[in-house]
Protein backbone atom coordinates (compact mmCIF):
# COMPACT_ATOMS: atom_id res chain seq x y z
CA UNK A 1 0.00 0.00 0.00
CA UNK A 2 1.42 3.51 -0.16
CA UNK A 3 2.05 5.93 2.86
CA UNK A 4 3.61 9.08 3.65
CA UNK A 5 6.01 8.89 6.06
CA UNK A 6 9.41 10.44 7.28
CA UNK A 7 12.56 8.74 8.47
CA UNK A 8 14.28 11.83 10.07
CA UNK A 9 12.89 15.24 12.02
CA UNK A 10 12.87 17.92 9.62
CA UNK A 11 10.71 20.54 7.75
CA UNK A 12 8.30 19.41 4.91
CA UNK A 13 10.94 17.67 2.32
CA UNK A 14 11.31 14.99 5.16
CA UNK A 15 7.84 13.43 4.22
CA UNK A 16 8.35 10.58 1.76
CA UNK A 17 5.95 8.41 -0.54
CA UNK A 18 6.75 5.29 0.07
CA UNK A 19 5.42 1.82 -0.81
CA UNK A 20 4.84 -0.20 2.29
CA UNK A 21 3.10 -3.90 3.94
CA UNK A 22 -0.33 -3.94 3.78
CA UNK A 23 -1.91 -4.30 7.22
CA UNK A 24 -3.67 -7.19 8.67
CA UNK A 25 -6.95 -6.78 10.36
CA UNK A 26 -7.04 -8.25 14.26
CA UNK A 27 -10.25 -10.28 15.20
CA UNK A 28 -11.38 -6.72 16.66
CA UNK A 29 -10.85 -4.82 13.71
CA UNK A 30 -11.83 -3.69 10.26
CA UNK A 31 -9.72 -3.24 7.13
CA UNK A 32 -10.40 0.51 5.41
CA UNK A 33 -9.10 1.90 2.11
CA UNK A 34 -8.67 5.65 3.20
CA UNK A 35 -9.87 8.01 0.67
CA UNK A 36 -9.07 11.12 2.49
CA UNK A 37 -7.27 12.36 5.12
CA UNK A 38 -6.26 15.68 6.91
CA UNK A 39 -3.10 18.27 8.00
CA UNK A 40 -3.17 19.00 11.85
CA UNK A 41 -0.85 20.75 13.87
CA UNK A 42 0.43 17.98 15.68
CA UNK A 43 1.64 16.56 12.58
CA UNK A 44 3.95 19.41 11.85
CA UNK A 45 5.12 19.00 15.59
CA UNK A 46 5.95 15.48 15.19
CA UNK A 47 7.17 16.00 11.66
CA UNK A 48 10.16 18.48 13.06
CA UNK A 49 10.65 16.29 16.34
CA UNK A 50 9.11 18.69 18.91
CA UNK A 51 6.27 16.22 19.76
CA UNK A 52 7.21 12.73 20.58
CA UNK A 53 6.69 9.73 17.80
CA UNK A 54 6.93 6.22 17.44
CA UNK A 55 9.86 4.69 15.71
CA UNK A 56 11.22 5.74 12.53
CA UNK A 57 9.58 5.48 10.08
CA UNK A 58 6.41 7.03 11.02
CA UNK A 59 3.04 7.54 9.51
CA UNK A 60 1.34 10.55 10.57
CA UNK A 61 -2.24 11.36 10.46
CA UNK A 62 -5.07 11.75 13.28
CA UNK A 63 -8.32 10.51 10.88
CA UNK A 64 -9.40 8.85 8.04
CA UNK A 65 -12.15 8.38 5.95
CA UNK A 66 -12.34 5.39 4.08
CA UNK A 67 -14.24 2.28 2.35
CA UNK A 68 -14.48 -0.88 4.45
CA UNK A 69 -12.39 -3.85 2.66
CA UNK A 70 -14.50 -6.67 4.08
CA UNK A 71 -17.16 -7.91 5.71
CA UNK A 72 -16.23 -7.65 9.78
CA UNK A 73 -17.15 -6.94 13.38
CA UNK A 74 -20.95 -5.90 12.00
CA UNK A 75 -19.53 -3.42 8.88
CA UNK A 76 -20.08 -4.74 5.28
CA UNK A 77 -17.82 -4.38 2.14
CA UNK A 78 -18.49 -1.11 1.02
CA UNK A 79 -19.53 1.04 3.70
CA UNK A 80 -18.37 4.76 4.43
CA UNK A 81 -16.41 5.10 7.48
CA UNK A 82 -14.50 7.43 9.52
CA UNK A 83 -12.05 7.26 12.45
CA UNK A 84 -10.85 10.15 14.56
CA UNK A 85 -8.38 8.03 16.29
CA UNK A 86 -6.49 6.93 12.59
CA UNK A 87 -2.76 7.43 14.99
CA UNK A 88 -3.64 4.65 17.01
CA UNK A 89 -4.73 2.09 13.89
CA UNK A 90 -2.96 -0.82 12.45
CA UNK A 91 -0.99 0.19 9.21
CA UNK A 92 0.49 3.61 10.52
CA UNK A 93 -1.83 7.02 10.40
CA UNK A 94 -4.40 8.53 8.74
CA UNK A 95 -1.27 9.60 5.42
CA UNK A 96 -1.70 5.88 4.77
CA UNK A 97 -3.94 4.25 2.13
CA UNK A 98 -5.19 1.12 4.36
CA UNK A 99 -5.63 0.76 8.41
CA UNK A 100 -6.72 -1.77 10.56
CA UNK A 101 -9.53 0.00 12.85
CA UNK A 102 -10.65 -1.35 15.91
CA UNK A 103 -14.36 -1.07 15.03
CA UNK A 104 -15.67 0.39 17.90
CA UNK A 105 -13.63 3.64 16.77
CA UNK A 106 -15.65 4.11 13.35
CA UNK A 107 -18.47 6.14 12.83
CA UNK A 108 -20.47 5.29 9.37
CA UNK A 109 -21.05 8.12 6.61
CA UNK A 110 -24.08 8.76 5.79
CA UNK A 111 -25.54 9.40 2.14
CA UNK A 112 -25.22 13.04 1.23
CA UNK A 113 -21.54 13.70 3.09
CA UNK A 114 -18.67 13.03 1.18
CA UNK A 115 -14.98 11.99 2.09
CA UNK A 116 -13.90 15.32 2.43
CA UNK A 117 -16.56 16.47 4.38
CA UNK A 118 -16.40 13.58 6.97
CA UNK A 119 -12.90 14.29 7.50
CA UNK A 120 -12.59 17.44 7.47
CA UNK A 121 -15.42 17.62 10.10
CA UNK A 122 -13.40 14.71 11.72
CA UNK A 123 -11.31 15.40 15.13
CA UNK A 124 -12.53 18.76 14.90
CA UNK A 125 -15.61 18.21 15.43
CA UNK A 126 -15.33 16.16 17.98
CA UNK A 127 -13.22 18.13 19.82
CA UNK A 128 -15.71 20.93 19.10
CA UNK A 129 -18.63 18.59 20.57
CA UNK A 130 -16.43 17.17 23.24
CA UNK A 131 -15.87 21.00 24.59
CA UNK A 132 -19.24 22.15 24.05
CA UNK A 133 -21.10 19.78 25.41
CA UNK A 134 -18.95 16.80 26.90
CA UNK A 135 -17.29 19.09 29.31
CA UNK A 136 -18.47 22.47 28.69
CA UNK A 137 -22.52 21.53 29.21
CA UNK A 138 -23.66 24.06 26.91
CA UNK A 139 -27.14 24.86 27.39
CA UNK A 140 -29.79 26.98 24.85
CA UNK A 141 -29.87 30.14 25.96
CA UNK A 142 -26.64 30.47 26.81
CA UNK A 143 -23.98 32.93 25.60
CA UNK A 144 -20.28 31.05 24.22
CA UNK A 145 -17.15 32.61 23.66
CA UNK A 146 -14.86 30.54 20.92
CA UNK A 147 -11.62 31.81 20.05
CA UNK A 148 -9.93 31.48 16.74
CA UNK A 149 -13.41 30.76 14.76
CA UNK A 150 -12.01 30.08 11.52
CA UNK A 151 -10.01 27.46 12.88
CA UNK A 152 -11.39 23.95 12.01
CA UNK A 153 -12.25 23.59 15.95
CA UNK A 154 -13.23 26.90 16.05
CA UNK A 155 -15.52 27.29 12.69
CA UNK A 156 -17.22 23.83 13.69
CA UNK A 157 -17.75 24.60 17.20
CA UNK A 158 -19.78 28.22 15.87
CA UNK A 159 -21.96 26.25 13.77
CA UNK A 160 -22.90 23.43 16.90
CA UNK A 161 -23.21 26.28 18.90
CA UNK A 162 -25.74 27.93 17.28
CA UNK A 163 -27.53 24.81 16.20
CA UNK A 164 -28.16 24.22 19.86
CA UNK A 165 -30.12 27.45 20.39
CA UNK A 166 -26.50 29.92 21.99
CA UNK A 167 -25.78 33.08 21.26
CA UNK A 168 -22.17 33.13 19.72
CA UNK A 169 -19.43 35.48 20.49
CA UNK A 170 -15.93 34.67 18.26
CA UNK A 171 -12.38 36.19 17.41
CA UNK A 172 -10.05 36.60 14.22
CA UNK A 173 -7.31 38.96 13.16
CA UNK A 174 -8.16 40.37 10.07
CA UNK A 175 -11.46 41.53 8.29
CA UNK A 176 -11.02 38.63 5.90
CA UNK A 177 -11.69 35.89 8.59
CA UNK A 178 -14.86 38.47 10.87
CA UNK A 179 -16.21 37.89 7.36
CA UNK A 180 -15.93 34.00 7.55
CA UNK A 181 -17.58 34.29 11.08
CA UNK A 182 -20.39 35.91 10.15
CA UNK A 183 -20.66 33.89 7.31
CA UNK A 184 -20.41 30.75 10.11
CA UNK A 185 -23.49 32.10 11.96
CA UNK A 186 -21.40 34.23 14.72
CA UNK A 187 -23.56 36.80 16.58
CA UNK A 188 -20.47 38.48 17.30
CA UNK A 189 -17.35 38.87 15.19
CA UNK A 190 -14.74 40.52 16.95
CA UNK A 191 -11.47 41.38 15.56
CA UNK A 192 -9.04 40.82 18.90
CA UNK A 193 -6.11 42.83 17.57
CA UNK A 194 -8.52 45.70 17.00
CA UNK A 195 -10.89 45.54 20.06
CA UNK A 196 -11.01 44.17 23.37
CA UNK A 197 -12.84 41.38 23.44
CA UNK A 198 -13.39 41.12 27.02
CA UNK A 199 -14.65 44.87 27.27
CA UNK A 200 -17.38 44.53 24.22
CA UNK A 201 -18.19 41.09 25.76
CA UNK A 202 -19.02 42.98 30.08
CA UNK A 203 -20.40 45.49 28.15
CA UNK A 204 -23.19 42.95 27.80
CA UNK A 205 -23.14 40.70 30.36
CA UNK A 206 -20.14 38.29 29.56
CA UNK A 207 -20.49 34.65 28.61
CA UNK A 208 -21.18 31.11 30.24
CA UNK A 209 -19.11 29.23 28.41
CA UNK A 210 -16.13 29.99 26.22
CA UNK A 211 -13.83 27.85 24.18
CA UNK A 212 -10.34 28.65 24.95
CA UNK A 213 -8.30 27.43 21.78
CA UNK A 214 -5.50 30.31 21.73
CA UNK A 215 -4.16 30.00 25.30
CA UNK A 216 -2.56 33.19 26.04
CA UNK A 217 -5.84 34.79 25.76
CA UNK A 218 -6.79 33.28 29.06
CA UNK A 219 -7.08 36.48 30.48
CA UNK A 220 -8.96 37.64 28.29
CA UNK A 221 -11.26 34.56 28.70
CA UNK A 222 -11.32 35.43 32.42
CA UNK A 223 -12.31 39.18 31.74
CA UNK A 224 -14.98 37.65 29.04
CA UNK A 225 -16.84 35.08 31.36
CA UNK A 226 -19.68 36.00 34.09
CA UNK A 227 -19.38 35.18 37.32
CA UNK A 228 -19.20 31.08 37.34
CA UNK A 229 -18.72 31.11 33.92
CA UNK A 230 -16.88 28.02 32.54
CA UNK A 231 -13.50 27.89 30.46
CA UNK A 232 -12.23 24.89 28.45
CA UNK A 233 -8.79 25.19 27.34
CA UNK A 234 -8.27 23.09 24.29
CA UNK A 235 -5.48 25.07 22.31
CA UNK A 236 -2.48 26.94 22.52
CA UNK A 237 -2.37 28.19 19.32
CA UNK A 238 -0.78 31.67 20.86
CA UNK A 239 1.87 29.92 22.80
CA UNK A 240 1.69 27.74 25.82
CA UNK A 241 2.33 30.25 28.64
CA UNK A 242 -0.25 32.73 30.02
CA UNK A 243 -0.11 35.34 32.75
CA UNK A 244 -3.16 35.69 34.65
CA UNK A 245 -4.54 37.27 37.44
CA UNK A 246 -5.65 35.27 40.24
CA UNK A 247 -8.07 37.72 42.01
CA UNK A 248 -10.16 38.46 39.25
CA UNK A 249 -10.54 34.35 38.45
CA UNK A 250 -10.66 33.60 42.09
CA UNK A 251 -13.62 36.48 42.58
CA UNK A 252 -15.63 35.55 39.66
CA UNK A 253 -15.11 31.90 40.74
CA UNK A 254 -15.00 30.88 37.11
CA UNK A 255 -14.04 27.55 36.34
CA UNK A 256 -11.01 26.47 34.05
CA UNK A 257 -11.34 22.81 32.66
CA UNK A 258 -8.08 21.69 30.82
CA UNK A 259 -9.72 19.67 27.29
CA UNK A 260 -6.40 19.41 25.00
CA UNK A 261 -7.38 17.23 21.92
CA UNK A 262 -10.93 15.63 22.77
CA UNK A 263 -12.58 12.62 21.33
CA UNK A 264 -16.69 12.28 21.32
CA UNK A 265 -17.93 9.48 21.78
CA UNK A 266 -18.33 7.31 18.21
CA UNK A 267 -22.30 8.28 18.54
CA UNK A 268 -21.88 11.54 19.07
CA UNK A 269 -19.62 11.61 15.58
CA UNK A 270 -22.43 10.27 13.74
CA UNK A 271 -24.91 12.68 15.27
CA UNK A 272 -22.11 15.29 13.58
CA UNK A 273 -22.50 13.64 10.21
CA UNK A 274 -25.68 13.65 10.41
CA UNK A 275 -26.04 17.17 10.76
CA UNK A 276 -23.50 17.74 8.13
CA UNK A 277 -26.27 15.49 5.56
CA UNK A 278 -29.08 17.59 6.91
CA UNK A 279 -26.43 20.92 6.07
CA UNK A 280 -27.25 22.09 9.58
CA UNK A 281 -23.63 22.33 9.46
CA UNK A 282 -20.68 22.65 7.09
CA UNK A 283 -17.13 21.88 7.64
CA UNK A 284 -14.75 24.84 6.46
CA UNK A 285 -12.63 23.18 4.16
CA UNK A 286 -9.39 25.48 2.84
CA UNK A 287 -7.67 23.33 0.52
CA UNK A 288 -7.89 19.63 -0.83
CA UNK A 289 -4.86 18.20 -1.91
CA UNK A 290 -3.65 14.79 -3.40
CA UNK A 291 -1.63 12.80 -0.91
CA UNK A 292 1.61 13.09 -3.14
CA UNK A 293 1.26 16.79 -2.49
CA UNK A 294 1.56 16.36 1.75
CA UNK A 295 4.90 18.83 2.13
CA UNK A 296 3.13 21.47 0.43
CA UNK A 297 -0.14 21.15 2.78
CA UNK A 298 2.43 21.00 5.76
CA UNK A 299 3.98 24.24 4.44
CA UNK A 300 0.58 25.64 3.91
CA UNK A 301 -0.74 24.91 7.14
CA UNK A 302 2.76 26.47 8.85
CA UNK A 303 1.68 29.85 6.99
CA UNK A 304 -1.12 30.56 8.96
CA UNK A 305 -2.60 31.77 5.73
CA UNK A 306 -5.02 29.25 5.69
CA UNK A 307 -8.92 29.16 7.19
CA UNK A 308 -10.53 25.26 7.98
CA UNK A 309 -8.90 22.48 7.29
CA UNK A 310 -6.35 20.93 4.59
CA UNK A 311 -7.69 17.77 3.30
CA UNK A 312 -5.08 15.12 1.63
CA UNK A 313 -7.29 12.66 -0.85
CA UNK A 314 -5.97 9.29 -2.24
CA UNK A 315 -6.17 8.38 -5.91
Known sequence: MKAVQFSQFGGPDVLQVREVA???AAQNEVLIEVKATTVNR????????????GNLPFTPGLEAAGVVLQ?????RAGERVLT???SQARGGGGYASKLAVPATDLARIPEGVSFEQAVAAGLAASTAWGSLFDLGH???????????????VGSIAIQLAKH????????????????TLKQLGADEAINHRQQSVSKILQSSGGVQLVIELVSSSLQDSIDSAAPEGRIILIG??????????TQSWRLKRVSVIGGGQLHTSVANEEKILRLIAE?????????VLPIEQAAEAHRLLESGDVQGKIVLTFA
Open 71 to 75: DSNGF
Open 236 to 245: NLGGKEATVD
Open 42 to 53: LDLFQRNGSRPV
Open 138 to 152: LQAGERVLIWAGSSG
Open 84 to 86: TRA
Open 164 to 179: AGAWVASTASSEERIK
Open 22 to 24: DPI
Open 279 to 287: KAVQPLIAR
